[in-house]
């Protein structure tokens, strides 16, 4: 993971988060190391552009230590988080339909979600994999992107040379497929929760664009590797999954 500050030219800066995909690891220390970079990295910027009254060799000490404290709050919280006794209780269940009825009428938050997944590590023994699938707009060139196009309030702002006009910037940000699946792994049984971002956006026919995760688990009768595969595709196809309301 990583935490890179691109200048704008314009005398402002964006700070990019770089969340890699991992395989079946110890959920905690993942977030806990994210966390504790980005919050030392931001600390350290505000630091210095408001210009406190630290000496140079103490800075990152401060801002080490403030990251540490920070995520303490914050996991301290997350652990306090009530999960749906429902979403719990899919360790338990041996069928498919048992799961199906289990999340009928679920929805999560962004807490719930990351309490749970810290619930699946310390109650459940379930290790953590994430993986961010992406697909450009077809017809675009990779090399053609600039470093950053952010669309804000309908306006677009570039960072680095392109030759792709604004319109075709917005295009490409609002067309391309992404998904990101969350597993959790025991042995041979595993479940995975994913979301794309045109669910996110609303464009998924689901409630009327409710944005939503789908869940599908060892149960189902396809291959953990065979379901990976098919949603590293740009059009997948897993069939009719179980949807989970996502609010907040």
């Not at 770089?18 to 993942?30: K, S």
């Not at 800075?59 to 006794?85: N, T």
Request: charged share 30%; aromatic share 12%.
């Amino acid at each position: 993971m990583s935490v890179t500050k691109i200048i704008d030219g314009k005398g402002g800066s964006f700070i990019i988060n770089n969340m890699p995909d991992v395989e079946r690891v110890n959920p905690v220390d993942y977030y806990r190391r994210a966390f504790i970079m980005s919050n030392f990295f931001v600390t350290r910027e505000l630091m210095r552009i408001y210009k406190l009254p630290f000496v140079s060799n103490l800075i990152d000490k401060v801002c080490s230590r403030k990251a540490i404290e920070e995520w303490q709050k914050h996991y301290d919280v997350a652990i306090k988080v009530e999960i749906p006794e429902n979403l719990k209780s899919i360790f338990d269940t041996k069928k498919k339909n048992e799961q199906i009825n289990l999340l009928k009428g679920l929805s999560l938050t962004p807490d719930i979600l990351f309490s749970f997944i810290i619930y699946a590590w310390n109650e459940q023994g379930y290790s953590f994999s994430q993986f961010h699938i992406e697909h450009q707009h077809k017809g675009v060139k990779k090399e053609e992107l600039p470093t950053v196009i952010h669309i804000k309030d309908g306006d677009v702002e570039t960072v680095g040379e392109t030759p792709l006009t604004k319109g075709q910037q917005k295009q490409v940000v609002e067309n391309r497929k992404v998904v990101v699946a969350k597993i959790f792994d025991k042995g041979d049984e595993w479940h995975c929760f994913f979301v794309t971002y045109d669910s996110l956006k609303g464009k998924e026919p689901w409630k009327n664009g409710q944005p939503h995760f789908h869940y599908i688990s060892d149960k189902f009768g396809i291959k953990r590797n065979e379901v990976i595969k098919r949603l590293k595709d740009r059009k997948y196809n897993l069939g009719s999954l179980p949807h989970i309301d996502l609010n907040d």
